[in-house]
């Protein structure tokens, strides 16, 4: 018989099987992540459609991330670009719970030789085919076999502690308490950010003899509070959608693991038969730690019924705890969809109001840093910016899924282009604006630098509101005064610099920086107004020659 490793070479083995662990966990997270992204969450926001599929995906995304936070961050994008509802993103988040279940009963299989060729196999390929076409699918094979790994290592050397008299020390002085291990679910569970891996651990010292069955089962019902604990206070700055599905997540879970600890202390103390009455009647062998993920899957299923149970009500509720936020609501595409981009024409229609839809909301930036119109400001200068941000991204995307239409006809790839051009000058126009409007934000209007803020302001709010005429009418006589305002960027610019040379001696070193700074981006904008001009006369030529 081999002697006993020392107990700091078996603590060293532990710790980095923990290390492999946490390692495969995160890099598979993060690897699905990176998953292509518009057909990826288009095909998402499909399936939240149909209840059957949805529940599917939501189980296989489980199984493969090892945690629901990554589900409901791509579910809270789509609610907020309207293509999914929070009743269709619920029981998706609850399927996806569900599938944590997979790892746990693999615990005691012996897979970690397929671990190891996962991670010799795909690090060779990694290697060696730098931009090889599989190198995508690699990646998260790689971590999944140092989960498989560290799962092993874990349980090989947690096995040996017994063997040590200085570490069986150590556990019989610590007190042997249901509670406590209970306790130790709801920690650990708030600090792993796991649910899986915490049951895993409790699964992997209950094989050890560390800790005993009902020891095991109390550290999976921890996990449930310990779920609504993270979701509660480790995400407590998210606000709107996603708040509202980490609170829906706590409610499920911390409701189902309290039930499961109920149900246990019921049968302790009212000796009425139920969880540990059953556990040696069911099919597999209590060694194994099969009857412990059987209850995991018990307890993971009570959240699939609080889920449909409550699925009438709860989406209200939830409104009602976290309303969607304003940035939310306003980053929100009010005309393009999925759905369009079927039709060539109804789609670009559609991006072109969207577009208008933008530079409509540009001069609510200027009513914010107004003494006199700020309080009838549409939003916050940040909010408008990010959610511009927002749909300005989406557009793009948008436009791309015409385009991999494969045009035949000159005259439609000519309108996309054309189309693409535009959102190009609205996007620099949003992005100058900002900048000004960062500039003046928060400085007190007084002395020179309210004359020269008002100048460029009155100028602006003049641009912007002939460029929305010229963009809703289409007309040519709007668009010829569009071009006319913005023909001559650097006569204008040249007036507004020659009035604040003139009060040039009023203002200190950091007020000429900023009224230089500002010029510099007012001119940008002529000069994006002046471009956006020729694209609409063109757009108004192609029209009529066809």
Same mark, same amino acid.
């Given at each position: 018989?081999?002697?006993?490793?020392?107990?700091?070479?078996?603590?060293?083995?532990?710790?980095?099987?923990? /290390?492999?662990?946490?390692?495969? %966990?995160?890099?598979?997270?993060?690897?699905?992540?990176?998953?292509?992204?518009?057909?990826?969450?288009?095909?998402?926001?499909?399936?939240?459609?149909?209840?059957?599929?949805?529940?599917?995906?939501?189980?296989?995304?489980?199984?493969?991330?090892?945690? #629901?936070?990554?589900? #409901?961050?791509?579910?809270?994008?789509?609610?907020?670009?309207?293509?999914?509802?929070?009743?269709?993103?619920?029981?998706?988040?609850?399927?996806?719970?569900?599938?944590?279940?997979?790892?746990?009963?693999?615990?005691?299989?012996?897979?970690?030789?397929?671990?190891?060729?996962?991670?010799?196999? $795909?690090?060779?390929?990694?290697?060696?085919?730098?931009?090889?076409?599989?190198?995508?699918?690699?990646?998260?094979?790689?971590?999944?076999?140092?989960?498989?790994? /560290?799962?092993?290592? %874990?349980?090989?050397?947690?096995?040996?502690?017994?063997?040590?008299?200085?570490?069986?020390?150590? +556990?019989?002085?610590?007190?042997?308490?249901?509670?406590?291990? +209970?306790?130790?679910?709801?920690?650990?569970? !708030?600090?792993?950010?796991?649910?899986? !891996?915490?049951?895993?651990?409790?699964?992997?010292?209950?094989?050890?003899?560390?800790?005993?069955?009902?020891?095991?089962?109390?550290?999976?019902?921890?996990?449930?509070?310990?779920?609504?604990?993270?979701?509660?206070?480790?995400? $407590?700055? +998210?606000?709107? *959608?996603?708040?509202?599905?980490? &609170?829906?997540?706590?409610?499920?879970?911390?409701?189902?693991?309290?039930?499961?600890?109920?149900?246990?202390?019921?049968?302790?103390?009212?000796? *009425?038969?139920?969880?540990?009455?059953?556990?040696?009647?069911?099919? /597999?062998?209590?060694? $194994?730690?099969?009857?412990?993920?059987?209850?995991?899957?018990?307890?993971?299923?009570?959240?699939?019924?609080?889920?449909?149970?409550?699925?009438?009500?709860?989406?209200?509720?939830?409104?009602?705890?976290?309303?969607?936020?304003?940035?939310?609501?306003?980053?929100?595409?009010?005309?393009?969809?999925?759905?369009?981009?079927?039709?060539?024409?109804?789609?670009?229609?559609?991006?072109?109001?969207?577009?208008?839809?933008?530079?409509?909301?540009?001069?609510?930036?200027?009513? !914010?840093?107004? #003494?006199?119109?700020?309080?009838?400001?549409?939003?916050?200068?940040?909010?408008?910016?990010?959610?511009?941000?927002?749909?300005?991204?989406?557009?793009?995307?948008?436009?791309?899924?015409?385009?991999?239409?494969?045009?035949?006809?000159?005259?439609?790839? *000519?309108?996309?282009?054309?189309?693409?051009?535009?959102?190009?000058?609205?996007?620099?126009?949003?992005?100058?604006?900002?900048?000004?409007?960062? /500039? +003046?934000?928060?400085?007190?209007?007084?002395?020179?630098?309210?004359? *020269?803020?008002?100048?460029?302001? @009155?100028?602006?709010?003049?641009?912007?509101?002939?460029?929305?005429?010229?963009?809703?009418?289409?007309?040519? @006589?709007?668009?010829?005064?569009?071009? %006319?305002?913005?023909?001559?960027?650097?006569?204008?610019?040249?007036?507004?610099?020659?009035?604040?040379?003139? @009060?040039?001696?009023?203002?200190?070193?950091? @007020?000429?920086?900023?009224?230089?700074? &500002?010029?510099?981006?007012?001119?940008?904008?002529?000069?994006?107004?002046?471009?956006?001009?020729?694209?609409?006369?063109?757009?108004?030529?192609?029209?009529?020659?066809?």
């Amino acid at each position: 018989m081999a002697d006993a490793l020392p107990l700091d070479e078996i603590i060293a083995w532990i710790l980095a099987g923990l /290390g492999l662990y946490f390692m495969g %966990m995160g890099g598979v997270r993060t690897n699905v992540q990176r998953i292509p992204g518009r057909q990826f969450r288009d095909f998402i926001g499909r399936a939240t459609k149909t209840p059957v599929l949805g529940a599917l995906l939501g189980f296989i995304l489980g199984v493969i991330t090892q945690t #629901s936070i990554g589900v #409901s961050v791509i579910l809270a994008g789509l609610i907020s670009r309207g293509i999914a509802t929070i009743p269709m993103a619920l029981p998706m988040v609850a399927w996806a719970n569900f599938g944590l279940v997979v790892l746990v009963y693999l615990v005691h299989q012996p897979i970690h030789l397929f671990g190891l060729f996962l991670i010799g196999l $795909s690090g060779i390929y990694l290697q060696f085919f730098l931009r090889g076409r599989f190198r995508g699918l690699c990646e998260p094979l790689y971590s999944l076999g140092l989960v498989l790994l /560290g799962i092993r290592l %874990m349980k090989v050397y947690c096995g040996q502690l017994t063997d040590s008299p200085q570490a069986m020390e150590f +556990f019989n002085s610590v007190p042997h308490s249901d509670l406590l291990a +209970f306790l130790f679910g709801v920690a650990a569970r !708030t600090v792993i950010q796991s649910t899986s !891996t915490v049951v895993v651990l409790g699964l992997i010292l209950s094989g050890s003899g560390i800790f005993s069955h009902d020891q095991a089962l109390m550290v999976l019902f921890g996990t449930g509070p310990g779920t609504a604990l993270a979701a509660l206070f480790l995400t $407590s700055h +998210f606000k709107g *959608v996603m708040r509202q599905i980490t &609170v829906f997540e706590a409610v499920i879970n911390g409701g189902a693991g309290l039930v499961m600890l109920a149900l246990f202390y019921l049968e302790e103390i009212g000796h *009425v038969p139920l969880l540990k009455y059953w556990l040696p009647r069911l099919p /597999g062998d209590i060694e $194994s730690g099969s009857h412990v993920a059987s209850f995991f899957l018990a307890q993971q299923t009570l959240c699939l019924v609080f889920t449909y149970s409550t699925l009438r009500w709860m989406p209200a509720w939830l409104e009602k705890i976290s309303p969607m936020t304003q940035e939310q609501d306003l980053s929100r595409p009010r005309f393009i969809s999925d759905a369009a981009t079927q039709d060539f024409e109804t789609g670009l229609t559609l991006a072109e109001r969207e577009l208008v839809g933008l530079v409509q909301r540009m001069p609510g930036y200027l009513q !914010t840093i107004r #003494s006199d119109n700020a309080e009838k400001a549409l939003a916050a200068p940040e909010v408008l910016h990010n959610s511009s941000l927002a749909i300005l991204t989406e557009l793009e995307a948008f436009l791309s899924a015409l385009t991999d239409q494969g045009l035949q006809r000159r005259s439609a790839s *000519v309108a996309l282009l054309q189309t693409q051009r535009r959102l190009s000058l609205i996007s620099e126009l949003d992005d100058c604006i900002w900048q000004i409007v960062q /500039g +003046f934000q928060g400085r007190p209007p007084a002395g020179a630098l309210q004359s *020269v803020e008002s100048n460029i302001i @009155e100028a602006l709010d003049t641009l912007l509101y002939t460029a929305i005429d010229a963009l809703n009418s289409g007309s040519t @006589e709007d668009i010829e005064l569009l071009g %006319m305002i913005t023909a001559a960027p650097g006569e204008v610019v040249d007036r507004l610099r020659r009035g604040y040379l003139q @009060e040039e001696h009023q203002l200190d070193h950091n @007020e000429r920086i900023l009224i230089l700074s &500002v010029l510099s981006q007012y001119e940008r904008i002529v000069w994006a107004l002046q471009q956006l001009s020729r694209s609409l006369q063109a757009k108004v030529i192609a029209t009529a020659d066809t």
